[in-house]
Every structure is written in C-alpha cells, then in structure tokens.
C-alpha cells in the first residue's frame, strides 16, 4: 500500500485503505490457479476489474468537484478518469496477473520435472510461490507502468495538471 496521505490531506479509499487490496485478487487467483476451478480466477479478474473502474469513476467524480472554470473542467475529468483507468487496467490487472501466471506455470513446469513430489505437493508449492511473488513484483511493476504512461498516453493530454495514478 502507499504511504499515508499527509496530515490534512483526503484520504483516498482505492489508495489508502483495505479497498486497494481488491486490486490484487486477479493475481490471488493467478497464484490458486492450479487448485481452484477456472471459474474462481474468472471471479477474482471481475473483482479487480470492478476495482478499476470503480476507481477511475472516484478520480473522475474528484476531478469534477475541483473548482475551476466550466470550460477545463470536462476535459480535466476525461483525462483524470482515462489515465486512472489504463494505469490500473496495466498495473493491477493486465501485467501483475500475466506475471504471477507465467511464475506459476514455469515452477510447475519445473518441480514436475526436476522433483518426483507428488502433483499436489507441486501444485501448493507453486501456489505459494505465486502468493510470494506478489509482493516483489507490485512496486516494480507500478514504476514501469508510470514510466510508459509518462513516455506516451500521457504526452497526449492537455496542459492540465497531470493525474496522479500511484
């Protein structure tokens, strides 16, 4: 989770509090993958796409209430929802989950052919292994996505107050 907004400052519900979790079911499910029915992984994807875009439309929502003059104000409400959105569909859904699926398929790949462990044996420690990861790859991953977003969409947008997604 970030750090604590500053004293005084609004605390964000998506960013701030337990709610920034359901971003990371996607890839809870990803970790389970090999234990649980595709479906479950299907339903932890919806949580963290609900996630998503219930955050944009709170960043949009934000973005409308500051005061300003009429003729920005769509167009800073555009941006900040557009830039939430795509910054979380990539850095809580989409690369997160491909990440945590590929580490999990290569190490039960790899303990089915460097071990004799019975396959649920492999397919716990896999599980685990996946649930470690997701705490390595969550920060850079946020920093990728910011560098990306930085280096294109973003140079896109008017010269309004750039959002801030992380």
Not at 45 to 58: E, M
Not at 98 to 113: D, E, K, P, Q, W
Request: charge should be positive.
């Amino acid at each position: 989770m970030s750090e604590p907004p500053p004293r005084g400052a609004e605390r964000d519900l998506f960013r701030d509090t337990w709610v920034r979790y359901l971003g990371y079911a996607n890839e809870v499910g990803e970790a389970f993958r090999s234990l649980v029915p595709a479906a479950v992984v299907w339903l932890s994807y919806g949580v963290s796409s609900s996630y998503v875009l219930a955050d944009a439309i709170d960043k949009g929502k934000k973005a409308r209430d500051v005061p300003s003059p009429e003729a920005g104000r769509s167009t800073r409400v555009t941006v900040a929802m557009v830039d939430t959105f795509v910054w979380q569909s990539l850095a809580s859904v989409a690369i997160p989950g491909f990440t945590i699926n590929r580490v999990c398929a290569a190490s039960l790949y790899i303990l089915g052919t460097a071990t004799r462990w019975p396959l649920a044996v492999r397919k716990w420690t896999t599980t685990a292994l996946g649930l470690l990861a997701i705490p390595i790859i969550i920060h850079p991953i946020d920093r990728s996505v910011d560098f990306l977003l930085d280096s294109s969409l973003r140079k896109l947008y008017p010269s309004v107050e750039k959002p801030s997604s992380s």
